[in-house]
C-alpha cells in the first residue's frame, strides 16, 4: 500500500509497505501467548478474547500454529465480531495484501473503516492511505489528512505523524503549513522517526514556520546521520563542506559521504565526494581515510554492502 513519502522533497526516500514478517515485540509475544492448541481449548471453554491471539498465531505461524492464513481469517473474523479491533484491522490487511485470498480493496476499506470508527489508530492510519490513494474509494487527501491526525493523537508509532507532516510540509491536497509541518515532524522525531531530523532541518534551513537557523539545521543533520539516515548523511556533508551552520571540514564531509557511498548507490553523494576529494589537501586526505574506514564500519553492514552489490546486478548500476 502506497503511503506519503520525502520523495517529492528530497527526491530519495523508499515507500512504506505492510509486511508479512513479525512486527516489533512479537517474539516476546511468541512466548506470552502459549501454545495455540491451548489458546484453542480455552476459546471453546469461553474465553473468546482468545480469537484474537489464535488468528495472530496462524497468521504468523507461531506459538507452535502453522502458518495459514485461512485459518488466521477465520479467527480474525470471530475476535472482530466481537469488536477488536486489531482483528479488523488484520482482516484489512489480509485482503489489502493478498494474504491467502485475491486482492480485495473494498472488503479491506470496509475492514479499515470499521476499525477506524471505534478509534484504532491503526486502522484510522490505514483508512487514510487508501483515501490518500484513491483505493476502493475517490481520492481525497483532505480526508486521509483528518484519519491521519486522529491516528498521530494516541499512535505510539511515528508513521502517521510523518505523513500528516509531510503533507503540511508539501501542501500536498491540504494548505501548506510550515508550522504544522514542524509540529507533526517533532513528534515523528521524538517517537523514533530518523528521516524527520532532515525535514526539520530544511524548515529551520528555509525559516518556514520557525525562524531560520542554519545552526539548528546543522544540528539536526547530525542527529539524524547518527541515527543512521543517509540523506542526512548527505546532507551533513553538504554543511560541513560549504560551513553552513557548523564549522567547515572536508575531512567530516568525506567521512560521512564515504559512509552513503558505501552502504547505497548514490549518485549524488558519489558526484559530491569527488568534489570534495578534488579540493583536500594531501594531510586532509591522509587524516579523512585514517578516520572514514571506523564511521564506515558503524553504519555500514554487511546486509547493505550485499543489498548495494544486488542491486548492480539488477539495475545494471
Known amino acids: 500500500m502506497k503511503i506519503v ?40 471453554k469461553g474465553e473468546l478474547g482468545k480469537a484474537f491471539d489464535i488468528g495472530f498465531s496462524f497468521f504468523h505461524g507461531i506459538s507452535g500454529a502453522p502458518q495459514d492464513f485461512a485459518k488466521s481469517r477465520e479467527w480474525f473474523s470471530k475476535a472482530a465480531a466481537g469488536g477488536n479491533t486489531a482483528a479488523m484491522v488484520k482482516l484489512g490487511d489480509i485482503y489489502s495484501d493478498s494474504y491467502g485470498v485475491k486482492k480485495n ?18 486502522g484510522q492510519e490505514k483508512l487514510g492511505d487508501m483515501y490518500y490513494n484513491g483505493e476502493a474509494v475517490k481520492v481525497s487527501k483532505l480526508d486521509a489528512a483528518k484519519l491521519y491526525a486522529k491516528a498521530a493523537e494516541k499512535s505510539s508509532d511515528y508513521s502517521p ?4 507532516g509531510r503533507m503540511y510540509l508539501l501542501g500536498d491536497g491540504i494548505k501548506k503549513d ?18 524527520a531530523a532532515v525535514d526539520i532541518a530544511g524548515l529551520y534551513s528555509a525559516g518556514a514556520g520557525v525562524k531560520r537557523s542554519y545552526s539548528k539545521a546543522a544540528e539536526w543533520l547530525v542527529k539524524g ?23 567547515k571540514s572536508k575531512v567530516e564531509a568525506y567521512k560521512w559521504l564515504s559512509v552513503v557511498t558505501a552502504k547505497e548507490t548514490n549518485p549524488a553523494a558519489e558526484t559530491l565526494i569527488k568534489r570534495v576529494a ?13 578516520q572514514a574506514p571506523g564511521l564506515v564500519k558503524k553504519f555500514v553492514t554487511r546486509e547493505d554492502v550485499e543489498k548495494k552489490a544486488y542491486l548492480k546486478t539488477i539495475k545494471g548500476i
Open 161 to 164: 505523524s510523518s505523513k500528516l
Open 225 to 247: 546521520a547518527n541515527q543512521g539516515d543517509t540523506i542526512a548523511m548527505r546532507r551533513l556533508a553538504e554543511a560541513y563542506f560549504a560551513g553552513e551552520g557548523i564549522r
Open 5 to 44: 513519502n520525502r520523495v517529492a522533497v528530497y527526491a530519495a526516500l523508499c515507500l512504506f509497505a505492510f509486511s508479512a514478517a513479525l512486527p516489533a515485540g512479537v517474539l516476546a509475544q511468541k512466548t506470552t501467548r502459549g501454545n495455540y492448541q491451548e489458546m484453542i481449548s480455552a476459546y471453546n
Open 278 to 290: 578534488a579540493s583536500m589537501s594531501r594531510s586532509e586526505m591522509e587524516e579523512a581515510k585514517m
Open 105 to 122: 480493496l473494498p472488503q479491506a476499506f470496509k475492514w479499515y473503516s470499521l476499525a477506524a470508527e471505534k478509534g484504532d489508530a491503526e
Open 178 to 195: 510550515p508550522a504544522g509541518a514542524m509540529k507533526w515532524m517533532l513528534k515523528s522525531d521524538e517517537l523514533g522517526d530518523a528521516g
